[in-house]
């Protein structure tokens, strides 16, 4: 039997055992205890339901500190910033007709010119075709967001646009400037009005107040020093705390209102946040972006090391993953969701934790599929 938790009063109560979620739990104080980060939360339920909460471990190592909760605690989600954020406000703005998605994107961002720039188009920001290079450490000389935003414009591609997928935070940092030159104001204001507030995600933010810090699960340490509200991404950090790729922080239980929005979208013409049509738009596989979707990521069947979706995974489910250690991920045919957030940015003891955090996200993964033992809604070639 399942327990599931209902919002009362303001706070998350269980009902039913929670016993089916042991091997979930066991996965997650492994990671723990490998010393691949101090602390966890996993929130796991359905379109209308929460099934299990819980958090584990501390804020840091030291075990005097607190015990991440699913509904307090802030986590810095890295590049989760793209999905939660970045393509759900692009997603919004298809919506409603005011951004074209194969516009190239020398349309909104004109500055963004020369050197074939003009084939990438928005939708291959999204899917990461637009043959921009992975990573580009412009914090290391941008001595202001200006320099730092040219320093975007001026990188030069690496294959040619729309050719084959390649993952790259380029490409969220634009799509994050189109978003904020589509809808005339900053990333954070028009994020915060339009997906966070209307679905109750009240503690979903950039750049939180020195009030919240308490609350701030700690992602980097400075001088040997957990420094709460430090982001991990020193680019983001460079581009004022609000970015496209990274800078948003979260609970696991905003994030499991943020899910529930999507997978009801996925099957609700009138969603929530977005409608039927627009989601399935964003979830539509292409044959150049590989496992790429628009802005997510889905289970990709070549690949040889275990997938952070686990085995057990339908063909519908979509996700994304995050540098401090956090996981999204929905299943439509199965009508579950997991959110997963860690902090193996602070400060790992094991060499090779990024490569053992894989293991960890596909263990979680299965344990939760299996823990809920819920059927696949979708035709039998989804599963």
Not at 140 to 148: D, H, M, N, V
Not at 366 to 375: E, F, H, K, Q, Y
């Amino acid at each position: 039997m399942l327990a599931t938790l209902l919002l009362v009063g303001g706070a998350w109560m269980t009902q039913g055992p929670t016993d089916a979620f042991g091997e979930v739990a066991s996965e997650v104080r492994r990671g723990i205890t490998r010393g691949l980060y101090p602390g966890a939360v996993v929130v796991v339920g359905r379109r209308d339901s929460i099934l299990y909460a819980e958090g584990f471990g501390h804020f840091t190592w030291d075990r005097r500190t607190h015990v991440p909760k699913p509904a307090e605690s802030l986590w810095d989600l890295a590049s989760l910033t793209k999905v939660v954020a970045t393509t759900t406000a692009a997603a919004v703005l298809v919506e409603r007709g005011r951004l074209d998605l194969d516009a190239p994107v020398g349309t909104y961002l004109p500055a963004f010119a020369g050197g074939g720039r003009s084939a990438v188009t928005v939708r291959m920001l999204l899917d990461h075709t637009s043959g921009l290079p992975p990573y580009l450490p412009f914090f290391r000389w941008a001595g202001s967001r200006r320099a730092a935003v040219d320093s975007v414009f001026a990188a030069p591609l690496d294959f040619v646009p729309g050719d084959t997928a390649r993952y790259s935070d380029l490409n969220a940092i634009l799509l994050g400037f189109i978003v904020e030159a589509v809808a005339g104001e900053p990333l954070d204001q028009f994020t915060q009005r339009e997906i966070f507030a209307p679905i109750g995600m009240h503690l979903t933010l950039f750049r939180p107040a020195d009030s919240l810090r308490p609350r701030i699960v700690p992602a980097r340490a400075e001088g040997g020093k957990p420094i709460p509200g430090l982001l991990s991404d020193q680019n983001a950090v460079a581009l004022g705390g609000v970015a496209g790729h990274a800078g948003l922080f979260s609970t696991g239980i905003d994030l499991a209102r943020f899910a529930q929005a999507w997978l009801a979208a996925t099957g609700t013409p009138e969603g929530q946040l977005l409608q039927v049509t627009t989601v399935h738009t964003f979830l539509e596989h292409r044959p150049r972006s590989g496992s790429r979707l628009l802005g997510w990521d889905s289970p990709d069947s070549v690949m040889v090391h275990p997938s952070v979706f686990g085995s057990l995974s339908t063909r519908t489910a979509f996700g994304h993953t995050g540098w401090t250690g956090t996981l999204l991920w929905m299943d439509p045919a199965r009508d579950l969701f997991v959110v997963f957030l860690t902090n193996r940015s602070l400060a790992p003891k094991r060499r090779n934790s990024i490569v053992e955090m894989r293991e960890v996200r596909s263990r979680v993964s299965d344990a939760v599929i299996r823990a809920t033992g819920l059927p696949c809604e979708a035709v039998a070639t989804s599963c």
